[in-house]
Each structure stands twice: as C-alpha cells, then as structure tokens.
C-alpha cells in the first residue's frame, strides 16, 4: 500500500491507502472524492480525472506521454503540474504524494 492524498478546492484532504498497480484516478473514484469525475473510465479519453501534482511530487511522478498532453489541452485551467489522475500508476516511491482537484472538470 501507498498512501497519497487528494485535497480538493475547499482544503479538504483525504488520505488514501492505495494498491500498488492501481491509478491515482480509481483511488479517487473509490473512496468518493469528490471533483474526479472519470469519465472514460481511465482511458486518457476525457481530461475530466484532472489533477495538480504537489510541486515535491513532480519528478517522481514524470512527465505526461503524448496522448495525455494531448488530452490536458481539454482540461479546465491546465497548469505546468497538471496531470491526469488516470495516467499515475501508483507505486512504493510515491508513497506521500500530494494531488489537487481543480475548481472544475473540463
Ligand atoms: S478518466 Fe478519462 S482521461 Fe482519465
């Protein structure tokens, strides 16, 4: 297990267990954070799992592939830390990592 933490807009944390091997996003859909809205399902085909990586969490999370930044031009408000929840595998080293909702979903 790895934790990770969600914040949404109004300062609300919530902190996860998550399965190594599972997304950012299906962690969020499960345990009803709210503001993921996942439309896809997870498969990069929506922008609407839109999340910003906590600065200190940037280089362990990598960069987003192709198809994801082609898909982040849909996000609302797309920032340099913008990433798609769906495209983050979690795994031991990301284990403390800080996600922020947007205000909205594209
Ligand atoms: S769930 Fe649709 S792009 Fe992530």
Known sequence: ???I?????DGTRYDIDAADGTTAMENAVRNDVPGIEAECGGACACATCHVYVDEAWREKTGEPEPMEED???FAYEMRPNSRLSCQIKIRPELDGLVLTV???QA
């Open 1 to 3: 297990m790895t934790k």
């Open 71 to 73: 898909m982040l031009d």
């Open 5 to 9: 933490t969600f914040v949404t807009q």
């Open 102 to 104: 947007p205000e909205r």
